[in-house]
């Protein structure tokens, strides 16, 4: 079955820098578009970064430059580089992947980012 497992989650300053990562299993990687979002206490999940199986990258306008999306198809693994975080960005990030739909195919179990002084 699929499995999605992210990690690299934590506490970080304001300013500061996390990058996560999503290791994949039970799917052809290469042929699946591949995505973050996130959910903050309270409120609904938010997408955050889509990078598509041809390395087509888009972010919302809320991250846009601040966070950057990428994929090794030879490690099975998507990565989020973020930047410059507020303490907004505070939440539950959790990996998507999908083909073609994204209304459809599996979630990981989260990971947690807190920016706070």
């Known amino acids: 079955q699929v499995q999605l497992v992210e990690s690299g989650g934590g506490l970080v300053q304001p300013g500061g820098s996390l990058k996560l990562s999503c290791a994949a299993s039970g799917i052809i990687f290469s042929l699946n578009d591949m995505a973050w979002y996130r959910q903050a206490p309270g409120k609904q999940r938010e997408w955050v970064a889509t990078?598509?199986?041809?390395?087509?990258?888009n972010y919302p306008d809320s991250v846009k430059g601040r966070f950057t999306i990428s994929r090794d198809n030879a490690k099975d693994t998507v990565y989020l580089q973020m930047n410059s975080l507020k303490p907004e960005d505070t939440a539950v990030y959790f990996c998507?992947?999908?083909?073609?739909?994204?209304?459809?195919?599996?979630w990981g179990q989260g990971t947690q980012v807190t920016v706070s002084s």
């Open positions: 990078i598509t199986s041809g390395g087509t990258t």
């Open positions: 998507h992947t999908y083909r073609g739909n994204p209304l459809f195919g599996s």
